[in-house]
């Protein structure tokens, strides 16, 4: 499909004067693949397989659990702000209060958590679903 270096719409749109080459988004490939599909019971019979299951049991038995401690965690911080103003009112070092340093503890909380999944993603999750993928991608091949 050629790239047109005019506007569809509007001949005052700012994209209408750029270079051809920036119009409005270069096409990412004018090669078309013909790959074949793989059959619907496929990917029922994936999702009944015991590996797809062990990877849904992997996924919620660490997501869940972080993803919650993480919120109680943060609710805690929110009830404490409303409920112990005394508390979070009290200094810590310096000018600097307890509810200031709680509330700058949820940002390295949630980069933690983070990192926490993309590790375990890398290791455990990710090996676990590119192999149920080649899985289905070997039906195609078929």
Known sequence: MPVS???PHIPDDPEYHLPKDHWPLPELSNVQTQTGHPAATTFVDVQQSAEFQKLRTSF???AFPTVAAVLVWYFLYVLLS???????????FGNLTLGMVIGLLQF?????????????????????AAALRERIEAEVTK
């Open 60 to 62: 919620r038995s660490f």
């Open 108 to 128: 390295p909380t949630t980069w933690f958590a983070t990192w926490l999944y993309v590790r375990r993603a890398d290791n455990v999750l990710d090996p676990m």
């Open 5 to 7: 270096n005019q506007s």
């Open 82 to 92: 409303i409920f112990a103003k005394g508390f979070m009112a009290q200094s810590a």
